[in-house]
């Protein structure tokens, strides 16, 4: 029986997806809930698995496609290939016996990556069902003959080329994800009158408390560990219900005002920068912070974060310390008014008390809209965070 594979349903807020990997060919067998595609959308990677066990009959989409809510991308037979009739597509794609004694076998990709560097097939080791050579196959033979490591990041290998000084290029489609955030970049740039303001803080006081209660809180709190992100943003809760302001969006021509602190955290993936939100962070306690941060940084390099974890936001934290920066400006999360960067912790010579101490020292950058937060409000704000900090008794007593 002839079963329809479609796209999920998605949200309102995303019009539609990009066909970004099939991991099954026609004519191969697949086990129920097995992977058969990933479907890119502008906030995350969803996976349409097999509904039952079956053939993958007919692929209509291909990849790099554009898909809609619920549009059919392929089908599947119910019967498995040992004992059904193969299609006649499955003919065409499927060499004989006496075929493949003699030529490699190919999948589409492969082939055309083959042709267009015209590699010898022969010399490609396929490491796919039956010595199938596969398109990997392919680009890890050009990355063994040119020692270029194609970007797992960006995309797959698209075409690579040499020029008479024997030089490679690679040329790698921009994935979805990445275009949409550069798109957001760029639009912030341009719509927002986007300024930046700068503070120091002395960490002794939060590396101190770390230090003095870190097992604990790991045996306590079953396995979190206490890292500095909880507390940066306990501090930027307790500023933003001072300056609420900072915590606002620009809808046009108004100003809203949300009543609640939803806090993005920007977080690297292997698919490019995502922000999952910590819905009602001022709800939350450091342990609470903490999971759930661990768990979106998990979600972030599997993959497997859904649009609602990115959804909304009315703050975000930037953790570029670590990295190793010492000092940016961070870009808006629009609709957002404000971003928090944060940066390594170094230790500088600092003046306590007619004294000089070296002391560990972060750099903060508070990048905001001027046309929602004024400067006195956006400094404000930023000292705020510092004696917080400095100070972490004033997040207990909320002074």
């Known amino acids: ?27 191969e067998t697949v086990k129920r809930d097995e992977l058969l595609v990933d479907i890119e959308t502008d906030k995350v990677v969803i996976e349409v698995v097999a509904p039952c066990d079956g053939t ?42 006496s075929s493949a004694e003699s030529d490699p076998i190919l999948s589409p990709a492969a082939k055309k990556l083959i042709q267009e560097n015209e590699i010898d097939a022969d010399s490609v080791a396929g490491t796919g069902k039956g010595g199938r050579i596969t398109k990997e196959d392919v680009v890890n033979h050009l990355e063994n003959l040119s020692t270029i490591e194609p970007d797992s990041a960006t995309g797959s290998v698209d075409h690579l080329t ?17 275009s949409t955030v550069a798109k957001r970049l760029l639009q912030a740039t341009q719509t927002t009158a986007m300024l930046t303001t700068f503070n120091e803080v002395n960490m002794a006081p939060i590396i101190e408390i770390r230090s003095r209660y870190r097992e604990v809180f790991q045996a306590t709190h079953e396995g979190v560990k206490l890292g500095f992100m909880s507390f ?23 100003m809203v005002y949300h009543g609640y ?17 910590l819905r009602n ?40 310390g670590v990295y190793g920066s010492l000092l940016s400006t961070p870009i ?3 609709p957002q008014t404000a971003v928090l960067g944060m940066h390594k912790i170094q230790e500088r010579p600092m003046v306590v008390e007619g004294e000089i101490k070296a002391l560990p020292v972060m750099y903060l950058a508070l990048s905001y809209d001027h046309q929602m937060v004024d400067g006195k409000e956006a400094v404000q704000f930023l ?15 909320e002074i």
């Open 232 to 254: 940066f943003v306990r501090a930027s809760v307790e500023a933003l219900k001072r300056y609420p302001a900072v915590n606002a969006s620009l809808d046009g021509d108004d």
């Open 261 to 277: 602190q939803d806090v993005s955290v920007a977080i690297g993936s292997p698919r490019g920068l995502v922000t999952p939100v």
């Open 1 to 27: 029986m002839k079963i329809e594979i479609k796209a999920p349903t998605l949200p309102e807020s995303v019009p539609d997806g990009t066909i970004a990997t099939w991991h099954k060919g026609v004519g």
């Open 162 to 178: 040499l020029d008479s000084g024997n030089r490679v290029e690679e040329r790698v489609p921009m994935s979805r994800l990445r």
């Open 383 to 397: 000292v705020t965070i510092k004696e917080l900090l400095e100070d972490p008794t004033r997040l207990l007593l």
């Open 56 to 97: 993958l009959e007919k692929i209509t989409r291909n990849t790099g496609e554009t898909i809609v809510s619920d549009e059919l991308i392929g089908s599947l037979s119910d019967e498995l290939a040992s004992t059904s009739k193969p299609t006649q597509e499955q003919v065409e794609q499927i060499p004989s016996e």
């Open 281 to 320: 962070a001022d709800n939350m306690g450091l342990a609470q912070i903490e999971r759930e941060i661990r768990d979106f940084g998990e979600k972030a390099n599997d993959g497997k974060l859904s649009i609602e974890d990115m959804k909304g936001g009315t703050f975000t934290i930037s953790n570029g």
């Open 332 to 334: 808006l999360n629009p």
